[in-house]
C-alpha cells in the first residue's frame, strides 16, 4: 500500500491537493493545527471566472500510479490567492493536504507519513505550475489568455476557433483544444521544451452550467512522468462557489517526516 500512495501519486488533486507550512509544527506535535480563512495579501487574481473560492464537498476519485490503482470519496477547497485544500477517504485511513503558494504539507494518514516541501517540486513531478492560482484553473478548464499570460509568462504563439497554442518563457507549450460549440476546452496539454511527448494533460467533460460560467465536472488528468505515469480521473458530484471553509490537519508525534525536494 505504501508505494500506492507515494506522495508523487496524489499531487493533482492534488493533486493534487497540497500547501506556508502550516504542517511543520504539526508534524511534530498532537497539537490541532487549524487554518482559518482570512485575506493574507491583496493578491489579484486575473482570471477571466469572477470567483473568489471553489468548494467541492463531494469528489469520486480514481488514481492510478503505473499499473496500481486506488478509489477515493474526497472534497477539495480551492482559494486562489492563498490555499488548495485536499481531504481524501479510504474505509481505512485517509489523506489531508494543503498547497500554499510555494510549499505543501501532506499527511498520510494510512502509512502514518507527514510529507512536506515547496512547490518546485510538485512542478517537477507532474510537468505543471502547481499552487492554488494553477489548480483553480485546472479545474474550471479556464481557457482566459490573459491569466495564463500575467501569472505563468505564457504568450500565445497561435489561436483558431478550435485550438489555442501558448509558448512559456522557458520554451515550453500549452495546446487548448476548444470545442467549437460552446467554446469550452475540450482537453489541455502541456509539452516541455524540446520534447514531443507531453509532460501534462487534462481532459474535460461532462460541462454544467452555473450561473458564474459553463465548467466541466468530469476530468481525466496525467502527468507522464519519465518512469511512472501518473492518472487521476475525478467526478465532481457538487460544486459551491464562494462559501469559505475551515480547513485543518492534525498530525501525531510519531508519523514519520518526510522532506520531498
Known amino acids: 500500500m505504501k508505494h500506492i500512495f507515494d506522495f508523487r501519486f496524489l499531487i493533482f488533486d492534488y493533486l ?3 500547501f506556508l507550512i502550516i504542517g511543520m509544527s504539526a508534524c511534530r506535535s498532537h497539537k490541532k493545527v487549524t487554518v482559518v480563512e482570512r ?6 487574481y486575473t482570471s477571466c471566472y469572477p470567483i ?3 468548494y467541492v464537498p463531494s469528489c469520486k476519485l480514481e488514481i492510478s500510479f503505473g499499473n496500481q490503482s486506488v478509489s477515493l470519496n474526497s472534497s477539495i477547497y480551492i482559494r486562489p490567492d492563498s490555499i488548495f485544500y485536499f481531504n481524501g477517504r479510504l474505509l481505512i485511513g485517509g489523506f489531508r493536504g494543503i498547497i500554499y503558494r510555494d510549499s505543501f504539507v501532506m499527511v498520510n494518514y494510512l502509512d502514518r507519513i507527514c510529507y512536506k516541501g515547496k512547490n518546485d517540486y ?3 513531478v507532474t510537468g505543471y505550475p502547481i499552487n492554488p492560482e494553477s489548480l483553480m484553473m485546472l479545474f474550471t478548464a479556464d481557457r482566459c489568455e490573459e491569466a495564463y499570460r500575467n501569472k505563468f509568462n505564457f504568450i500565445t504563439a497561435a489561436s ?3 485550438r489555442i497554442l501558448m509558448q512559456g518563457t522557458d520554451r515550453s507549450l500549452l495546446e487548448m483544444n476548444i470545442n467549437t460549440n460552446d467554446r469550452t476546452i475540450g482537453n489541455m496539454v502541456m509539452y516541455n521544451s524540446g520534447q514531443r511527448q ?6 474535460y467533460s461532462g460541462y454544467r452550467q452555473y450561473p ?3 465548467m466541466p465536472t468530469v476530468f481525466d488528468i496525467s502527468a507522464h512522468d519519465d518512469n511512472t505515469p501518473i492518472r487521476i480521473k475525478a467526478n465532481f458530484q457538487q460544486i459551491l462557489f464562494d462559501q469559505p471553509q475551515e ?3 492534525s498530525v501525531p508525534s510519531r508519523y514519520q517526516v518526510v522532506i520531498l525536494e
Open 52 to 54: 473568489e473560492s471553489l
Open 212 to 214: 458564474q460560467f459553463v
Open 122 to 124: 510538485l512542478q517537477k
Open 247 to 249: 480547513v485543518d490537519i
Open 39 to 44: 485575506d493574507l495579501e491583496a493578491v489579484v
Open 198 to 203: 507531453a509532460s501534462f494533460s487534462a481532459a
Open 160 to 162: 483558431s476557433n478550435d
Open 16 to 18: 493534487v491537493v497540497l
